[in-house]
């Protein structure tokens, strides 16, 4: 159809998609709010993810076509190029013959449908952009929506203003599974509908050890059915870059809300809120971020197990700060921040958790396997547990020495609750901190601990 293209020549072929399209939101994370910068304790700030007021129905303004073509050599408009914007009929078969190189598919504002997987494998820059544009499959589908990339020959990847709607029966995909070298961008989705088929929902992968990638504004508030193992957002061992999670809204899935404890790359999880998620609502391994997190589990939804707040499952250098956990009600949980077995080393600073739960801890670390726990251990500065939580300890840390706790404050109000308990560790420190429970303050089991400055009160206190 005449006039369904536009072709800019005078712009090289090729960008980085995360330069050109985010603009100035791509900040690299420079400083440590509320950081001692004596602790000597380093951070792994060298990615992209700052924190802004984007997402869906955020500041970001809408994708234009006079902004496309500024970036991509031809630009589509879906509905000129044939598409019904009505879900009237699958546009699958459109939208391959369409995509390429240098080239942005745009959807105006309508319903499309896609009845089986688009992929599109081989690619350098590929942009499909909506204005918000609702993606709906037939009822009873549950693969792949949109499958973009591969292993090695694909880069520059930018998807943006969609809204999926599962709200049929039995209804449920794969909405985006991004998997690119480098230059990876995704933005302002919605997925609506809870998705009640066997499925995980989206997955991103940058292959490169040097590449990026940004996912800001996804939100998925209506989980899944917990029937299903399902996850949230996956990100797998073929994930060698650094990967982002700005500002999303994730809820209600039963095996993980952000599940990228396997990836090979950093992790930066900024922002954003993680709400009733089953196993844990953000899991991460070594070298990442978890900064300015929410985390709320207050049902006890069945099927939904051990209902953590934020995992940290392996390897070092990981952070966690200025985060906010809350423990209402659970099933069952090992904790609001629990360190696995597996884990060698994490900071956890400048955040606040609050349980109700009985028996559920602010933090759990819990015995390491093979030794690991010999190194740098486990360091908590300027956190706060308070709530009504009954039983167990406010802070469970075994077989982990060289542990350091500053600036910690203990307000816990149940019976029998206890405040910090240290097992079979040496020259470990308690310093600067505040420990006021109904149960016993400090819980040593083959444990020496360093104390100065501490306060022990009998009862729950408000921290200062």
Same mark, same amino acid.
């Given at each position: 159809m005449e006039g369904r293209a536009v072709t800019n020549t005078s712009k090289p072929s090729r960008r980085r998609v995360l330069q050109a399209i985010a603009g100035g939101?791509?900040?690299?994370?420079?400083?440590?709010?509320?950081?001692?910068?004596?602790?000597?304790?380093?951070?792994p700030l060298d990615g992209p993810g700052s924190p802004s007021d984007t997402g869906p129905g955020g500041a970001t303004p809408r994708p234009s076509l006079d902004g496309l073509r500024s970036e991509y050599g031809q630009v589509v408009d879906v509905t000129e190029a044939g598409a019904a914007a009505d879900a009237s009929s699958s546009i699958n078969d459109l939208l391959a013959d369409e995509a390429g190189d240098d080239t942005a598919l745009y959807f105006p504002k309508g319903e499309y449908m896609l009845d089986e997987p688009l992929?599109?494998?081989e690619f350098t820059d590929l942009a499909l952009v909506g204005d918000d544009a609702v993606i709906r499959p037939?009822?009873?589908?549950?693969?792949?929506?949109?499958?973009?990339?591969?292993?090695?020959?694909?880069?520059?990847?930018?998807?943006?203003?969609?809204?999926?709607?599962?709200?049929a029966d039995d209804t449920g995909a794969r909405p985006i599974y991004g998997k690119v070298s480098d230059d990876l961008l995704v933005r302002n989705v919605v997925v609506e509908g809870r998705q009640d088929v066997a499925q995980d929902s989206m997955r991103f992968d940058v292959t490169d050890a040097d590449g990026r990638g940004r996912v800001e504004g996804l939100s998925m508030p209506d989980g899944a059915d917990a029937r299903y193992a399902n996850t949230g957002i996956y990100v797998g061992e073929d994930n060698q870059g650094t990967l982002s999670f700005v500002n999303c809204h994730v809820a209600g899935f039963?095996?993980?809300g952000l599940y990228a404890s396997p990836s090979m790359g950093p992790i930066r999880v900024i922002g954003g809120r993680y709400v009733n998620n089953g196993i844990a609502s953000v899991r991460v391994s070594g070298n990442s971020l978890v900064r300015g997190v929410t985390v709320r589990c207050d049902t006890e939804r069945s099927?939904?197990?051990?209902?953590?707040?934020?995992?940290?499952?392996?390897?070092?250098?990981?952070?966690?700060?200025?985060a906010t956990i809350e423990m209402k009600r659970v099933p069952e949980s090992d904790g609001a921040i629990t360190m696995a077995a597996w884990l060698?080393?994490?900071?956890?600073?400048?955040?606040?958790?609050?349980?109700?739960?009985?028996d559920v801890a602010g933090v759990n670390a819990k015995t390491p396997?093979?030794?690991?726990?010999?190194?740098?251990?486990? *360091?908590?500065?300027?956190?706060?547990?308070?709530?009504? #939580?009954? /039983? %167990?300890?406010?802070?469970?840390?075994?077989?982990? *020495?060289?542990?350091?706790?500053?600036?910690?404050?203990? #307000?816990? /109000? %149940?019976?029998?609750r206890d405040g910090i308990q240290l097992s079979d560790s040496e020259s470990s420190t308690l310093r600067r901190s505040t420990i006021a429970v109904h149960g016993r303050p400090l819980v040593l089991e083959n444990a020496t601990l360093k104390r100065r400055n501490v306060q022990i009160r009998r009862g729950a206190r408000k921290c200062l």
């Open positions: 939101s791509m900040v690299a994370l420079a400083g440590c709010p509320g950081r001692d910068p004596s602790d000597g304790n380093p951070s992929r599109i494998e037939p009822q009873g589908y549950g693969d792949v929506l949109f499958g973009l990339g591969s292993d090695s020959d694909a880069r520059g990847l930018y998807v943006e203003g969609f809204r999926f709607d599962f709200s039963p095996d993980n099927n939904l197990e051990n209902m953590r707040g934020i995992r940290l499952r392996s390897g070092r250098r990981i952070v966690v700060e200025d060698e080393e994490a900071t956890v600073r400048n955040t606040t958790i609050r349980t109700d739960a009985d396997a093979d030794d690991e726990g010999s190194g740098p251990g486990i *360091s908590l500065q300027g956190i706060e547990v308070t709530g009504e #939580a009954a /039983d %167990g300890a406010a802070v469970a840390v075994a077989d982990r *020495s060289n542990c350091q706790f500053q600036g910690v404050c203990i #307000a816990q /109000d %149940g019976e029998d």
